[in-house]
């Protein structure tokens, strides 16, 4: 018994010590795997339980001034092919309807894929639906890979200043090219966990994708008035024969630009997009310059508004070549030149101001150099070596032949008039933002120098208000109703650089303008180029000009400076305006309006009877009389205070509107020519 | 007392193991979540492009010409000083 328990005592011992034996083996397997290989090892488990995404660059939105987006991303798929894969592991029928799936013909993917490449892009960038469909297929050597495309919601609009993004998400024109870096975010590499069935595992801080988006940035453009002046453009463009045009719209004082409009007669909207003809393309600004001549030369004193210059009755020699006028002129001053455009009155200030003068003020007010605006590919233009302003060069350059300006310079050079005579650096993009809503900066308006003093700018603004308001003026179609606008019309002819000569019966029509002309807001200028014989820029230019800057004077809410109006401009304007509907009403209404009495109540100071009356007409009416106004309510005014016919103490009047046109109160009854427009106003709209 | 601690040992041991377990199934929630969230910012992408497209100039010029609506035109509005 004793000997039998001794042997299993010593067989328990031996597999103890075995055991024993083994577990230090495990222990010294451990502490050299630990100490020994465990750096080496940790790296192997990573590779093999970490896995890299990586997220491609968003790029940051592109909105208008108001944040009306221009440019989005979202995400798209694209569709690549591995060769010989597709080719040795499908059938021809497989890889049609693959074809068909991406919407091009099997002929085309075959050929694609035959070309020799082992990686082939079968399409980029595709619609979801597409894509889709693709993935379906589950086709051997075709995979698909996210990307972000780029979508421009409003089509063209604007196309110019916001430009192109390629497919690989980098900027190729415009605000998207010129602020890439800002605009494109940065690519980032995600590290994933999974486990061994590949289930994706959060152990580590993952990066957020936030930090992949570009900047939002905010253009100074108004998307409304950009629209209206491309659409205005585009009928010019079609009415006139102009093979394209551009339009500016200008803050004088900023430098802000609200609409940069380019339009062509052959429309492309890549090229539109490539190609920003108010930066890049230069032309003879023709009469268009006499108004900054004109500052020069009073800023030089070498003329004064009152200098008076004889124009040689329309005909005038200078060396061998011969200057002529549109009409037959004897002596004019400063401001008569500028009213009938008299090419041997500029000619003659240029003359007297000399080369060297008038070539620095024209740099001065920016021409020949860059503007510095935040646009690529802006041309500088052309004032061509002073050794080429001898007498002849020098007397056409001062009615704007023998030098190129870019509207945009123009449109700057103008807003110096505009503003007391600072040139200020034009930009397109106001601020940019990060992805938490964060400014990464804001322009500021930059002055870059002064081109003349305020008081020459003074009058040059109130020598060019005779343009458009004069009796000769050559610009009356630029008028714009209640507003005084100064400005200058341009008819240049067509530069064939080829052939370095001027194209006969074509030229550039154009005018450039700004309003209110007694506390300028707003700077337009439009180019119409290559135009047929008789469109001049006061015929073509100028009628597109009022359209835009009326437009830009109410989107911006300015108003007219004094109760002033035109009796015929506002029946016009509401008959005009009141709609098909509503005319005959509106008829009578105006009727109404232009019957009241006006005179005794103006002469004795008076109020006349508002009852019945819009807002709106009720305004004009009080305007007239120069009264201001309080009004509450909607609708048609059923009480006023003070009362008809009682005085008008103070000049200040409170109307109170009802949506019916019918007072809760008795206190004030519509007159009976009223109550008759009420109820025509009634019928028309029941 | 051998006893007690080795009973000791196990209960620590197998707390370990659940924090551990609730860790890992954490983790997997924590995974889904990111990737709803990632998707569920690209469908905002998606349906602002929507809304952008939607609400585009000319789409919503077109919508109003059918409704006899346009903008103000001169003489319409009337600013105020």
């Known amino acids: 018994m004793n000997s039998g328990w001794r042997r299993r005592a010593a067989r328990i011992g031996a597999l103890a010590a075995m055991l024993c034996g083994l577990l230090g083996l495990v222990l010294l397997r451990l502490i050299l795997l630990v100490s020994v290989d465990g750096a080496e090892l940790v790296k192997l488990a990573r590779v093999e339980h970490t896995s890299a995404l990586k997220l491609a660059a968003v790029r940051g939105a592109i909105v208008d001034r108001s944040g009306r987006p221009l440019a989005l991303s979202a995400q798209a798929q694209s569709v690549y092919a591995r060769s010989a894969a597709l080719l040795g592991r499908t059938t021809s029928a497989e890889r049609a309807r693959l074809a068909r799936a991406l919407g091009a013909s099997p002929a085309r993917v075959e050929a694609l894929l035959r070309r020799g490449a082992p990686f082939v892009w079968l399409g980029r960038q595709l619609e979801p639906a597409k894509a889709a469909q693709v993935g379906k297929l589950g086709l051997a050597g075709v995979g698909l890979v996210t990307e972000y495309r780029r979508f421009y919601p409003e089509g063209a609009l604007a196309g110019s200043v916001v430009g192109l993004a390629g497919l690989d998400g980098q900027g190729l024109s415009g605000v998207e090219l010129r602020y890439d870096a800002t605009v494109r975010g940065a690519p980032v590499k995600l590290r994933l966990y999974h486990d061994a069935l590949g289930h994706q595992m959060l152990y580590a801080p993952v990066a957020s994708d936030q930090a992949v988006v570009g900047a939002r940035l905010e253009l100074t453009l108004d998307l409304s008035l950009q629209a209206l002046a491309e659409r205005e453009l585009r009928d010019e463009v079609a009415a006139s024969g102009a093979r394209a045009a551009s339009a500016v719209v200008l803050d004088p004082f900023s430098g802000e630009l609200l609409v940069l409009a380019n339009v062509s007669a052959q429309a492309d909207p890549q090229d539109g997009r490539l190609h920003d003809g108010a930066i890049q393309d230069a032309f003879e600004p023709g009469s268009t310059i006499k108004g900054i001549l004109a500052a020069i030369a009073l800023a030089d004193g070498v003329v004064r508004p009152q200098t008076r210059i004889f124009c040689e009755q329309g005909k005038f020699r200078v060396d061998k070549a011969v200057i002529h006028d549109e009409g037959r002129h004897g002596w004019l001053e400063l401001g008569d030149i500028l009213e009938v455009s008299s090419n041997i009155g500029a000619a003659k200030i240029a003359l007297a101001l000399g080369a060297r003068r008038y070539y620095d003020g024209l740099v001065a007010f920016g021409f020949g150099h860059k503007s510095g605006i935040d646009l690529p590919g802006e041309a500088s233009g052309l004032l061509g070596g002073l050794r080429q302003w001898r007498r002849v060069g020098l007397a056409t350059r001062g009615f704007g032949q023998g030098l190129a300006v870019t509207p945009l310079q123009l449109a700057v050079a103008y807003a110096a008039v505009a503003n007391g005579g600072a040139i200020v650096r034009p930009y397109v993009v106001k601020a940019a933002y990060d992805s938490a809503g964060s400014a990464i900066f804001r322009q500021t308006p930059q002055v870059l120098r002064r081109a003349i003093s305020p008081a020459v700018a003074h009058t040059v603004n109130t020598l060019l208000r005779r343009t458009v308001a004069g009796q000769h003026g050559t610009a009356h179609l630029a008028q714009v109703a209640d507003f005084t606008v100064a400005g200058k019309t341009g008819t240049a002819q067509m530069v064939d650089f080829r052939a370095r000569r001027y194209l006969k019966g074509r030229s550039v029509a154009s005018f450039v303008g700004f309003l209110p002309a007694e506390a300028p807001r707003l700077v337009v200028l439009v180019v119409l180029y290559d135009v047929g014989p008789g469109h001049f820029g006061g015929l073509v230019a100028a009628p597109v000009f009022r359209e835009i800057a009326a437009a830009a004077l109410r989107g911006l809410n300015v108003a007219a400076p004094g109760p002033r109006f035109v009796e015929a401009s506002l029946l016009g304007a509401v008959s005009e305006g009141a709609g098909q509907q509503a005319s005959s009403a509106a008829g009578i209404e105006a009727a109404d309006l232009s019957a009241r009495s006006l005179a005794p109540a103006a002469a004795d100071g008076r109020a006349p009877d508002f009852a019945g009356l819009s807002l709106r007409r009720a305004l004009v009416l009080a305007r007239r009389l120069g009264v201001t106004v309080s009004a509450s309510g909607h609708g048609y005014v059923v009480r006023q205070e003070p009362l008809p016919g009682t005085s008008l103490s103070g000049h200040s009047l409170a109307l109170f509107l009802a949506p019916d046109g019918r007072d809760g109160r008795p206190a004030s009854r519509p007159s009976k020519t009223v109550g008759r427009a009420n109820r025509a106003r009634r019928r028309a709209s029941g | ?81």
């Open chain 2, 1 to 81: 007392m051998p006893a007690v601690l080795a009973v000791a040992v196990v209960a620590v041991a197998f707390a370990t193991l659940m924090v551990r377990l609730q860790v890992t199934r954490g983790g997997y929630a924590a995974s889904q979540t990111k990737a709803q969230v990632m998707e569920l910012r690209q469908e905002n992408r998606r349906l602002r492009l929507e809304v952008a497209r939607l609400t585009s100039h000319a789409r919503l010029r077109r919508l109003a010409g059918r409704f006899g609506l346009g903008p103000a035109r001169a003489g319409q509005l009337v600013v105020v000083p």
